[in-house]
């Protein structure tokens, strides 16, 4: 848990740059190489409002931000605010020994900790591919297979259907096929028209992040 400082100034040879990055002026980034610490080792990011992680060449860099000539954008506030909620979510992940011994067992050369794998899952949401609807045909029996992913772990998929007046006809959690790696949800109620009929799928991975897919008959 040490860090080395270097420090090192940086001139812009690009004027034009410079003028809309950093206003024409010289500044002063302090860089680190942070070893052995658990809670940034593979970590990239921003955190709060100064700090920059980096990985390059297996090492984790973090860099001081410089100083920009205007206010935050929304959009970059909410990617702030959200990096941050990560960084919490990577510590509780720390101190929950199941929870680190699961992302733990996803480590690979891109994130070579629990934590840098957590804060990532925590960024990316679940995604659902496909909602495959060859083997429905309102019938008992039938079958509605999804196709999801997220960077880590999908936790589950819901489905249900609302028919042609958006009343639910039906609904409850799909079964991970772990063959071809889908999701089939089995039709317990006959449907007695398909027309109009909407099935709506969600997919939620380990940090509680939801993502939503309508699919129309």
């Not at 990096?83 to 510590?91: H, L, P, R």
Request: charged residues 30%; aromatic residues 8%.
């Amino acid at each position: 848990m040490f860090m080395k400082i270097l420090k090192k100034s940086i001139t812009f040879q690009n004027m034009e740059d410079a003028r809309e990055k950093w206003a024409k002026r010289k500044i002063i980034i302090c860089l680190a190489i942070v070893e052995k610490n658990p809670f940034t080792e593979g970590l990239k990011g921003t955190i709060g409002d100064k700090m920059v992680f980096k990985q390059v060449q297996g090492r984790t860099i973090a860099t001081y931000k410089g100083v920009p000539t205007g206010e935050p954008t929304e959009k970059q506030l909410e990617q702030r605010g959200l990096f941050q909620e990560a960084t919490i979510y990577g510590k509780w992940v720390m101190s929950d020994p199941e929870a680190k011994a699961e992302y733990e067992a996803k480590k690979s050369d891109k994130y070579n900790s629990a934590y840098a794998i957590a804060v990532a899952d925590f960024l990316k949401a679940p995604e659902i591919e496909e909602i495959d609807l060859s083997a429905f045909h309102g019938h008992v029996g039938d079958v509605i297979k999804v196709k999801a992913k997220d960077d880590f772990k999908v936790m589950s998929v819901s489905v249900d259907l609302f028919d042609l007046n958006g009343a639910k006809a039906e609904g409850g959690m799909a079964v991970e096929d772990k063959k071809d790696l889908n999701w089939n949800y089995t039709l317990t109620t006959e449907i007695a028209s398909l027309t109009g009929t909407k099935i709506v799928v969600k997919a939620s991975d380990k940090p509680g992040h939801v993502t939503e897919k309508e699919q129309t008959v």
